[in-house]
């Protein structure tokens, strides 16, 4: 240096600068070293940079006045350093020599000021709005200008005078116009010409923020005060960033992918190749398939297969492809703040040394402490920008991942789709994906960790020597210890799950069939069961909480531990070794430095191994083979045939035996084909190879033009109707009126609540299955196309409405003439109508011709109709005749289970029943059974209320009340509420223990400061055994009372789980039946599952953490104010901005966390909905439609995400910097008062402050997690609250046990509503029933009939009138003395999933003997008798394992036993075949001669030999007599029988 500077400017004097009280730069130092470290800066960052703006080009920005200033000054710097430059050529010319730094320095500083004139422009031509690079040039510039500009004051103050003039006025202004940069640096220019900002209507702030604003996330301050101010809603969401959007994303991944593929594929034929001289010609039709995997020999297959094995495509290269470069910029942010990290203990160490030395210099511990607040904040900034990198990342990962397995499930042949079920697929997207996203953020701790953990201990050997071996090998004897708690842990989740979900599954059935259970007077059998498995459920809980107690002690005392092992062997290695307050605190947080990377590597090597599995499933599904396109032709143009396959083979996958062999078919253009054969013959296995879904094994297959498919299970969307006839294509009036008029749709659009807009559930839940497959036709129809593939469509549907679709649709008059149709059909009556039939047997066509020529053949096609033609063909002519009375009666399904239908004309001949039969059975397979019961109450509800229906319709529409959900705050009352469930005694005890603990740790570390002072006054050998006794003392008793209040913890929030889950279901018990026809089924048992799962787990977990955090800040608090009390001044203000930052995080933060879920669920079951209908998709041609469809839910899902993210690196800027605040003044007031404070207490208070920030952060997401998980007690606790029905049992009205003796029944002016504010369903009721009689009830739909039995049972309450049974009301008896002592044999037989004999038999109260002898009597003794479990079968849920009659025949059994003086038989309709209705019959005219029986008939002929028959009418009593008499008087009743047919 002394080269450049000359003898006369030395580079550094001690004297001057440290050592002194008033510090100055010498001058050399200030015009070399700081002159240069801006310009250095610049210059090694332009090449990258420029190279970077040139990739990224985002338009240019037009010409502002703040650029024009900004080259203005820019050149006018340049000016003025050269200026200097040539002024100091001036003084040579003058013979003044100035040493060389005077030439070398301007003219540095001159070219580096172009530059950065050059960059300005350069980024306003590349669209840069705000530009870090020059902020920081510029922040650096003025930073080093500080020093000179305040050392020129000094020197000329001095002096006097100005010895340098000209430089003295070149350097203000150099000075003046740098900070005119910074400060023109800090705004932000327009946004660049065209870019897509300017037409977003609802832009993310992010693209446009500067340089400052980026860094400490302002541009999010926006939402979160409109987020304060109101919930947000969806509206106010910013659109997604372009780069993060589905379109971006998975084009990036597929396309990695796809060259992963084609290298996999090219390796592949290599080695093929190199296996044989020529690969054998490949026969399969797959793309992406194995080249060489179908060849002909044996051995070269298996040679082939080791080779492809060897070489398969990599899904994680591709994704590290995709977003590996991305992701790296946030690892580099990771390293430059893991340096950082060890920054501050290092300054704490001088900071304490300071202390000590009395004469230093004040302005050293103010540095000290501004530095410390520096690295600090720099720390902050850089942390949260590695976490954004790492977060958007993992959301593009997911967005990517969900797109490519969406769009890989469309195409996939079928037998892919049978390895990985819909399920399973929609695990990949939901779970793997998300698993993916959660290992980006913790990847980077992957080397960082170990990286951490090498630096800690480094400086700690530094500190400490060998001794700190003691520490870590406590520390690694911890790690196995975690490891065990982990994994047990894992196993009782698993176990937990189980449980978990065996509840569920029991609380669905016992919601679906709650009507039962309450007429059987079964509630408390079925209670016990569900409070056994909740026992063990909590059991299980229990343990987990034992466990979770031992992992937070260790996860507490670890970092004590270690300190309380290396500082006891440190002192007691060495007598010399001596523990002072440097040593000790620099090393306490350098510890807590080191117990994060510790903790979380067990977690990152278990996240990353679950990741790993993830890789595989996703891999795999990805690696499936796909649909070839080419299968089928469909350009062909040269034939009149507009269907033509020539000798077709296919089969479902190429491992399988064909399905269809030697196919031949010519349809020509504009002809109608009906396919007919046996079940399972291959008829559909025809369409769909006409359709190309099927393996083509050899042949060729061509279609002319576009095709429509109708199949045979229909595929509804959850959509509107109308969208689901349109199908994506423009809607046209007349031609939609024409559609829905052909497909016998008018009527069922009057019925629906919101006409064609309304919307149809998932599967199409609210529409019955002949409504169903008639959409599917329309949509079909709508479509307009060349070539109708129909997959029986008319099986679904009633008699008369197939052959209205049949003539007015499909037949040769109906709007399909002209148009090429194929048509799979069961239905021999439209034979005779089509051009040519076609026969099929066990997959090959038999014969083929028109309906004249295959009858004379006399081959399979006659067998096949003498099989089906007789009951068809009767079936037909009813359908005729009726066709015209039902359409005006009944519009055909618009009650949905036809469980009514035949209530018009009660018996027709068995043909028509045993159809209706048939189609019930169809339309209730497709649906679960929870949907299924919920459509029932529907139905049941608009039954009832049809005399109101043309009054109100609003009231069917709003059945189902909307579910309320919570906004805004939390109100305190529910924090109370959960306090009262775990008990207000235990509360406070938990929190006085939370306490105590806390003061065991601030006692621990305020004796070891204690213990430091020892060093000062030269005591430490006396008391060394002492000092370390006490502090072992101290730390062990924090570890025992931590365990002990996470405990106490834990079996209060169990105490309260049991609570409220008891609460909810006795109240759920006891509720009328009335809401649970209102009540979707779904919304209770989500109580059940979601609500009860957050309040036995996520809820204890938040409020531990809460605890605990909240316990260490106060403590810091309460450390820091102790030792320097001027402290306290500061707490208010930073309190303040800590509670306003953390309002307006709660608020925002929550409502993003609801809108994020809300947003979640349509991704899957618009998937899952894609799965079950690819074919329908295919076949339209809608694939690409479906895939933007999915791509916008996932946008429209990881638009909430995004601000979600946001908010917390948001919070996190904002509280980190409230935590470096209190590092500030806790330094600084240790340097104020450094004259009474010992080095120890300095140490204590500073080391305490450094971290606090990391508890203070988790406090205010803890706070917000508690407002979000404590929702779940607000909720359980309004479903445990609703109204309930009478007592079950009355004590004081207790009736004998023999009651009823007789059985008489009697009603006095009995009138009864369904529920509050509609009308009367029963009016004045008056009618007395002797003992022993038989009484049928009949009346057409919604005459009252069902209503009558409820009454009996008072699942209905009355609402004028008493009920008396053997003269006692039934009214002042409790439910369950009443309901058990009456029988009822119910429409819709229910079961339980359970043992037979439970079924039977809940309560055992009956002997096996019993059982057999009822079973005996109900015939169902063969079957169970056959069964190697006998009574204790086991019954599937809702039965599913026996058949509908046997179903029926088991609720027979059930009556049996309990034989009570009333029997109530509400007979099924559809469910049963007419042999075990006969035998249900004859039983009861045996087994309850002498009891009294009320029949609600449905099909008069089984009541014409009962006492009295009652006939209703509009809830009244039309005509009540015997039958002989009733038929006499030519009423109602007379008409009834004359339609049925018993009368002439």
Known sequence: MERLCGPELPFWEANQTLHADLPDLPECFQLSVLSWLPCVYLWAVCPIYLFYLKRNNRGYIMMSIMNRLKTVFGLLLWIVCWTDLFYTFHELRQGLTQPPIYFVTPLVLGMTMLLATFLIQFERLRGVQSSGVLFIFWFLSVLCAIVPFRSKILQASSQNEVTDKLRFTTFYFYFSLAVCELILCCFNEKPPLFSNVVTDPNPCPESTAGFLSTMTFWWFTRLAIKGYKQPLENKDLWSLNQRDSSKVMVAKLLQEWEKELAKAKSEENLSSQAVYSKPPPSTTNHVGGGGGESSPEEVEVLLSNQKAASRQPSFLRALIRAFGPYFLIGSAYKLLQDVITFVNPQLLRMLISFT????????????????????AILQTLILHRHFQYCFVTGMNIRTAIIGAIYRKALVITNAAKRSSTVGEVVNLMSVDAQRFMDLTTFLNLLWSAPLQIMLALYFLWQNLGPSVLAGVAVMVMLIPLNAVIAMKTRAYQVEQMQYKDSRIKLMNEILNGIKVLKLYAWENSFKEKVLAIRQKELNVLRKTAYLGALSTMAWTSAPFLVAMTTFAVFVTVDENNILDAERAFVSLSLFNILRFPLNMLPQVISSLVQASVSLKRIQRFLSHEELDPDSVDRKNTATEFSVTVVNGKFSWSKEDPPVLQNINVMVPQGSLLAVVGHVGCGKSSLISALLGEVEKLE?????????AYVPQQAWIQNATLRDNILFGRPYNEPKYCCVLEACALTPDLEVLPGGDMTEIGEKGINLSGGQRQRVSLARALYSDTDVYLLDDPLSAVDAHVAKHIFDNLIGPEGVLKGKTRILVTHGISFLPQVDNIMVMVEGRVSEMGSY?????????????????????????????????EEEELFPEDALSNHTDMVDNEPVINEAKRNFIRQISIISADGENPKSRSVRRHTCSQRKHSEQQEKKKPQEIQKLIQAETTETGRVKSKVYLEYAKAVGFLLSVFICFLYGCQSAAAIGANVWLSQWTNDASTNQTKENVNMRVGVYAALGIAQGILVMISSFTLAMGNIGAARKLHSNLLTNKFHTPQSFFDTTPLGRIINRFSKDIYVIDEALPATVLMFLATFFVSLSTMIV????????????????????????????????????????RSPIYSHFSETVTGSSVIRAYGRHSAFVLMSDMKVDENQKSYYPGIVSNRWLGVRIEFIGNCMVLFAALFAVTGKENLNPGLVGLSVSYALQVTMSLNWMVRMTSDLESNIVAVERVKEYSETKTEAPWEVEDKKPPPEWPMEGNVE????SVRYREGLDLVLKNLTLSVKGGEKIGIVGRTGAGKSSMTLCLFRLLEAAAGEITIDGVKISELGLHDLRSRLTIIPQEPVLFSGTLKMNLDPF???????????????????????????????????????????????????????????????EATAAVDLETDDLIQSTIRTQFEDCTVF?????????????????????????FDTPANLLSQRGVFYGMAKDAGLTQ
């Not at 042949?699 to 095709?707: K, P, Y």
């Not at 020529?853 to 009726?882: P, V």
């Not at 800590?1138 to 609801?1154: D, E």
Request: with cysteine; aromatic share 10%; hydrophobic share 45%.
């Open 356 to 375: 000590k030395q009395k004469g230093a210099p004040d302005w050293w511990g103010y540095s000290l402490a501004a530095l410390m607040f520096f690295t």
């Open 699 to 707: 042949g060729e297959v061509s279609i002319r033009g576009s095709v």
């Open 852 to 884: 004249q020529e295959l009858l004379k053949q006399n081959g399979a096609f006659a067998e096949f109709l003498r099989n089906y033609a007789l009951e068809d063909i009767i079936e037909e002519e009813e359908a005729t005749e009726d066709s015209i």
């Open 1120 to 1159: 820091i104010v102790s030792s320097t009390p001027i402290f306290a001044v500061v707490i208010a203000p930073l309190a303040f901005i800590y509670i306003f930052v953390q309002r307006f995080y709660v608020a925002t933060s929550r409502q993003l966390k609801r809108l994020e879920s809300v947003s």
């Open 1307 to 1310: 009603f006095h002016d009995y």
């Open 1404 to 1466: 055992e109260k009956y002997t096996d003997e019993d059982l057999w002898r009822a079973l005996q009597q109900s015939h169902l003794h063969k079957f169970v008798s056959n069964q190697p479990a006998k009574l204790d079968l086991e019954c599937s849920e809702g039965g599913e394992n026996l058949s509908v009659g046997q179903r029926q025949l088991v609720c027979l059994a059930r009556a049996l036993l309990r034989k009570t003086r009333i029997l109530i038989l509400d």
């Open 1495 to 1519: 029949t609600i008939a449905h099909r008069l002929n089984t009541i014409m030999d009962y006492t009295r028959v009652l006939v209703l009418d509009k809830g009244q009593i039309a005509e």
